[in-house]
């Protein structure tokens, strides 16, 4: 468990770098892990689906619910900007 840590420069310390050495895999196939996984995590087929499902909601005067979903579209379009400017 020592001497696992790889970078103390805290720039690296984000969600693009390992800072910490994999006890089961190499430092960049974590890396493209944990980069496909927030990809899939923040998909645009996830924030479509709650916008749609906000609309339907508002349509039906159901607006606790409609809030609910816009928040989950609007968090997970953030989320997809933010991985396209960590890993693109």
Known sequence: ???????RDWEKWDF??????????????????????????YSP????????IAMKSLMAGRTSEAGKELRLSMI???GR???SKLYC
């Open 1 to 7: 468990m020592k001497n696992r840590l790889i970078s």
């Open 76 to 78: 997970n379009m953030w």
């Open 45 to 52: 087929l996830k924030s479509t689906k709650a916008a749609c």
């Open 16 to 41: 693009s770098h390992c800072v910490i050495r994999p006890t089961h895999e190499t430092a960049m196939e974590l890396e493209k892990i944990v980069r496909e996984e927030m990809k899939r995590f």
């Open 81 to 83: 900007y933010a991985v």
